[in-house]
């Protein structure tokens, strides 16, 4: 079993959709990041998060520590939205700290 | 600013040569991380820098692999000598505040080995 776990590795979506991307975790966590990379391979910081919630325009990412459980939702979903998307688990203190990352989930979103 | 400059953004070698990737982060970032991704084993965190220092190297996958960081404007990763298994998209980012703080990742070096 991997220490980071998302759910659906794979999603299609008609536009206007509501989308919810789930990662779990078995590590001890300091901190959660949701990470976007696009068709072309470039990677974007979506979100650090080490409890509660935190949105950015139609992005939400919600994380529960005691279920060691992160969502990342996306509101009025639109094609331009297609990436993958991938959460990694931050352990330790800075120093001597490490990220594990999910394997990712590929969304699709249809016009 | 430009973002995280790196060079070459395409690498063609055949193994046993010594591979040079570069890195250049935004001006006034404190942290440089290098990641390395494959279809098989997804991201990997290889490498990280504060304020010019290495932190942990724990990622590095073996002796062949090195990271310096000469000056907060330029940093490196060398492999040598390279195998095939070492062809992946190679990754710098850096940000400001430490691995938990928001990262700038750069376009990214596609590096394969003959």
């Known amino acids: 079993k991997n220490e980071v776990e998302q759910s659906p590795q794979n999603l299609t979506a008609q536009e206007g959709e509501f989308i919810t991307i789930n990662c779990s975790y078995s590590?001890?966590?300091?901190?959660l990041h949701w990470l976007q990379q696009h068709p072309g391979g470039g990677i974007v910081s979506l979100f650090m998060?080490?409890?509660g919630k935190k949105k950015h325009g139609r992005l939400i990412a919600t994380i529960n520590i005691q279920e060691k459980h992160s969502s990342l939702h996306i509101t009025a979903s639109h094609p331009r939205d297609s990436a993958v998307y991938i959460c990694?688990?931050?352990?330790?203190?800075?120093?001597?700290?490490?990220?594990?990352f999910g394997e990712g989930t590929q969304l699709t979103v249809n016009p | 600013d430009a973002g995280v400059i790196q060079s070459p953004r395409h690498e063609v070698t055949e193994m046993g040569q010594e591979v040079t990737l570069r890195c250049k982060p935004i001006?006034?970032?404190?942290?440089l991380f290098w990641y390395r991704q494959t279809m098989m084993r997804g991201l990997e965190l290889l490498i990280y820098?504060?304020?010019?220092?290495?932190?942990?190297d724990s990622g590095m996958p073996e002796d062949r692999f090195s990271a310096k960081m000469p000056n907060a404007s330029f940093s490196t990763l060398k492999i040598q000598p390279s195998e095939p298994r070492d062809s992946a998209v190679y990754f710098c980012a850096s940000s400001l505040g430490g691995l938990y703080n928001e990262q700038f990742f750069g376009p990214g070096t596609r590096l394969t080995v003959l």
């Open positions: 820098f504060n304020n010019n220092v290495p932190i942990d």
């Open positions: 001006s006034g970032h404190d942290y």
């Open positions: 998060l080490s409890s």
């Open positions: 990694a688990v931050g352990s330790g203190e800075t120093s001597g700290s490490r990220l594990t």
């Open positions: 590590v001890g966590i300091s901190a």
